[in-house]
């Protein structure tokens, strides 16, 4: 297993054969470090405190290479940021199994909305979102799906993580599932702001074995949004957690 280092404000970085394993001349995004192809199953990318990437067109990165484990360093407004911007289809695809993405800072800045931002694949099972964080700023710049999960996929877990989105907006909801999936765990995540369908929709079709656990869910949507919606087949596990809606039925 190899290290690797990405740092946009490294005076060394560069997106080139031969950058990213010395945190002087890391490379410069993490679209590069997967695009070369240098990385392999059980390695390490570290991306550095203060590090910032544009997202400005459809599959702007793609995370395909099973077993990369992704760690943004530092906190607050100096964790790794990657903003979506230019355009509703710009998206950071998810493509292979076995990640885990941890502690990066995600941010809509495109006028009308990002119609999904993270677009997890067909395939991509075993996937860990580890403290990772949406965030919304102006209700004109938003994502309409902060994450979408495509379906046949199995193992997908959102732990620590916060979704916040502007209130008096257009967001639909924070994760959506497309379609019959496995095991999707969502635990000791927060969900603040307005999602006119629901914060977690889940209702495409029926998914195995959901858990859901330690949440805090505020849905301020005044008429539509709920908490969690799953198809009326769903067997799953819901527990210690609050949700306030304007629903009167909020699961």
Not at 38 to 45: E, F, I, R, T, Y
Not at 70 to 76: A, E, F, K, T
Not at 111 to 140: A, H, P, Y
């Amino acid at each position: 297993a190899n290290v690797w280092f990405v740092d946009s404000g490294a005076a060394g970085k560069g997106d080139t054969i031969g950058s990213g394993q010395n945190p002087d001349a890391p490379f410069a995004t993490l679209a590069y470090a997967f695009s070369s192809d240098l990385m392999g199953s059980g390695d390490v990318c570290y991306v550095m405190p203060g590090h910032a990437e544009t997202v400005a067109a459809a599959q702007g990165i793609i995370m395909d290479i099973a077993g990369v484990k992704v760690i943004g360093l530092g906190w607050g407004g100096n964790r790794p940021t990657f903003t979506g911007t230019t355009g509703a289809t710009v998206t950071i695809e998810i493509n292979a199994a076995n990640l885990w993405i941890e502690n990066l800072l995600f941010v809509a800045a495109f006028t009308n909305g990002i119609t999904q931002f993270v677009d997890v694949k067909t395939g991509s099972n075993d996937l860990m979102f580890k403290n990772c964080q949406w965030r919304e700023d102006l209700n004109t710049q938003e994502f309409l799906v902060g994450v979408t999960i495509e379906a046949t996929i199995s193992r997908v877990t959102f732990d620590g993580c916060r979704f916040t989105s502007v209130i008096a907006g257009d967001s639909l909801a924070a994760i959506k599932t497309e379609g019959a999936i496995t095991n999707l765990r969502v635990i000791n995540c927060t969900f603040v702001g307005d999602w006119l369908d629901a914060v977690i929709d889940c209702d495409a079709t029926a998914i195995t074995v959901p858990e859901f656990g330690n949440l805090m869910i505020r849905n301020a949507d005044p008429t539509n949004g709920f908490g969690i919606t799953i198809d009326t087949a769903t067997i799953g596990t819901f527990y210690n957690s609050h949700i306030l809606t304007q629903k009167a039925n909020t699961v």
